[in-house]
Nanobody
């Protein structure tokens, strides 16, 4: 099994910044894509940023230029730097990891963190 533990959420004023972290532990041989999703109140979960094991990143237009995803492969950790935060960024943020648990197989499984609340006040 694999556990993802997020940290760094909180309350911030509009225009402020926050940095989220997510550390993966457990039965990990390697991790392919890691990502951050958000789920605003009353809405569906949506992709915020993703990063491949090689460091290629992808963002939706809503956060491009404001959010930066990065990872430390040696620590199995992914980060999300959020700048110029807006009230509409208020959501629970979840990290996701596509994990290869065993060197004997190329099979991967997806795992989610428990979520961390980010609240941006106007």
């Amino acid at each position: 099994q694999v556990q993802l533990v997020e940290s760094g959420g909180g309350l911030v004023q509009a225009g402020g910044s926050l940095r989220l972290s997510c550390a993966a532990s457990g039965s990990i041989f390697s991790i392919n894509t890691m990502a951050w999703y958000c789920q605003p109140p009353g809405k569906q979960r949506e992709l915020v940023a993703s990063i491949t094991s090689g460091g290629s990143t992808s963002y939706p237009d809503s956060v491009k230029g404001r959010f930066t995803i990065s990872r430390d492969n040696a620590k199995n950790t992914v980060y999300l730097e959020m700048n110029s935060l807006k009230p509409e960024d208020t959501a629970v943020y979840y990290c996701y990891a596509d994990v290869r648990g065993n060197w004997r197989t190329f099979r991967t499984d997806g795992y989610w963190g428990q979520g961390t609340q980010v609240t941006v006040s106007s």
